[in-house]
């Protein structure tokens, strides 16, 4: 059985690849705090600093969710500056990129 800190562990690792000491200093909070929770319960707090550093849901840390939000999520970069995120990983149409570069830019 997967516990807590061992997913926390592995998602850290394969998206980002941090350590939990990094991804306990990217949610700022202290630098031992998710090895302690293999002892004791994190604050809803904490737990929560870590699923959005993480870009999951609590639920996926916890086990009760199998799919993390990148899961509806896909990155699309138009260009050097601008990044759009679609919704279900559903391809954004070139016409499209251009009109939210044009939005984006005030033109």
Known sequence: MTTLVDRI????????G???KTTAQKAGI???S???WKEQTPTTESL???ANVLDVSV???LGNDSKTNSDTKK???IDDDTVLLSFDG???PEEDKELFKRLLRGK
């Not at 562990?9 to 980002?16: E, I």
Request: hydrophobic share 35%.
């Open 30 to 32: 202290g630098v031992n």
């Open 9 to 16: 562990k592995s998602t850290a690792k394969s998206k980002y």
């Open 34 to 36: 998710i090895y302690r």
């Open 90 to 92: 559903k391809p954004i």
């Open 18 to 20: 941090w350590n939990l």
């Open 75 to 77: 990155i699309v970069d």
């Open 59 to 61: 639920d996926y840390l």
């Open 48 to 50: 929560q600093k870590v």
